[in-house]
């Protein structure tokens, strides 16, 4: 089935920096969407992308569907300790086979204070 | 308005039992989706019913079986229990409204524990 390779796997930062991770994918994708999941709650809906090159953004977050349609990038600026979590990238593809979201396997952010 | 919700929110079984899970949708939301999490192989699609009929199916065995009523609510049914069932069971709803279809929301999970 169709794969997506998100990275990095996780991030240690400061609180204040800027973050970026990216996901790639073997296939076309006509769909990228964005969730980030707590501890013990379910993903939330951050960022949703339709158009090859469309960049999209949600306060400080701002995701671009990338223009070959085989990737996704999720930046987040001045991060802040709220912003801790398990950010996956999903996509949709146009190769047939399941209907549902692909998912990538998430990127761990941690904030140092 | 409403999120999506799930009971129970935590379940332990013993192996080769059955289990039911229940999903209520966002109100208006006809699509209903159903995820598998586990730490080794992530998210992954278990099927999805819209207008009570199953309209997608991931590769699981036919030991995961579900259905859709007609106020949209859902469940999946795990037949014949393993160890590697645990896991989180994520219900997720969306309209069924050109890309609007993609944007799932989910809710915060059944967690499964098989002994």
């Not at chain 2, 009971?7 to 995820?35: A, F, N």
């Amino acid at each position: 089935g169709q794969q997506l390779n998100q990275s990095p796997q996780s991030m240690f930062i400061q609180e204040g920096e800027d973050v970026s991770m990216n996901c790639t994918s073997s296939s076309i994708f006509n769909t990228w969407l964005w969730y980030k999941q707590d501890p013990g709650e379910g993903p939330v809906l951050l960022i949703a992308l339709y158009k090859a090159g469309e960049l999209t953004s949600n306060g400080r977050l701002t995701a671009q569907f990338g223009i070959t349609r085989k990737d996704s990038f999720l930046n987040i600026s001045a991060s802040i300790p709220s912003d801790v979590g398990i950010y996956f990238c999903a996509g949709h593809s146009t190769g047939g086979g399941a209907d549902g979201l692909t998912f990538g396997k998430g990127t761990h952010l941690i904030i140092q204070p | 308005k409403a999120g999506v919700t799930q009971t129970p929110r935590y379940l332990i079984k013993t192996r080769g039992q059955q289990v039911t899970l229940s999903c209520s949708p966002i109100s208006g939301h006809r699509s209903v989706s159903w995820y598998q999490q586990t730490p080794g192989q992530g998210l992954q699609f278990l099927f999805e019913y819209f207008s009570e009929t199953q309209r997608n199916k991931g590769n699981f065995p036919g030991r995961f079986s579900g259905r859709q009523f007609s106020n949209s609510r859902s469940e999946m049914n795990v037949s014949t229990l393993e160890l590697g069932d645990s896991a989180l069971y994520l219900c997720a709803s969306s309209l069924n409204t050109g890309t609007l279809y993609y944007e799932q929301y989910f809710g915060p999970g059944t967690r499964l524990t098989v002994t």
